[in-house]
């Protein structure tokens, strides 16, 4: 833990080192770390390589491994980076199509969010009561946007919903033995209104901070 903590000191140093190196701009920051746990993004302007050789050197002497499949250099806005299970890059606002750098969560993210529920609403759990799958299926829908409510969100909150929904209605065609896809008899206002099954997009109108992009 100490060493982590001395990395993270050290490339806070980097950032200073790096905005003295920075030229003709000199009351701009040109450097900056962000961490969490044992992640970090160093946010630097035209320094990018240099960055990285300091970081190597860094944790050369401490010792520390650093995942090379994890760490790319990448130059924002023609491209993106995930941090935290959260892409940053290049969005770009509903009704105008202007463009501006900002977060939505990974692709990773939401399809891990589906895997989890299509795992949930397999066969093998037809036997339990409907309110107790509904309520399990809340609490990890609830919980996955709770954390992702930040930036441009709506986009991933109609594929978790749908998935939700879709693996739902097979459920209950399998417990109910009903022949089909069920859309008729298990709509979606049935499986919101009727089952309380938690809908992601109606959570996202109240927050202020997450826009429908």
Known sequence: M????SCFQQLEQLSLVLDSKAKNR?????????NYADDFVILCRGTAEQARERMGVMM????????QQKTRTCRVPEEAF????????????????????????SK??????????????????????TEEL????????KGWGNYFR????????????????????????HKHKVKGQGRNRFNDEYLHEKLGLFRLMRFSTNLPWAKAK
């Not at 000199?26 to 962000?34: E, G, L």
């Not at 050369?60 to 995942?67: D, E, H, M």
């Not at 939401?110 to 037809?126: D, H, L, N, P």
């Open 134 to 141: 509904v309520g399990e299926l809340n609490l990890v829908i």
């Open 60 to 67: 050369g002497k401490l010792k520390l491994t650093v995942n």
């Open 108 to 129: 990773k993210r939401v399809q891990r969010a589906c895997e989890k529920i299509s795992q949930m609403t397999q066969r093998r759990w037809c036997w339990k009561e």
């Open 26 to 34: 000199p009351a701009h920051r040109k450097a900056d770390t962000t």
């Open 2 to 5: 100490r060493k982590v903590e």
């Open 82 to 105: 995930d941090f935290l299970g959260y892409t940053l890059g290049r969005c770009y606002r509903a009704g105008t199509g202007k463009a501006y750098i900002g977060t939505k969560p």
């Open 150 to 173: 930040l930036g441009s969100v709506s986009k991933a909150y109609r594929s978790v919903d749908s998935h939700a929904r879709n693996r739902l209605r097979r459920w209950l065609c």
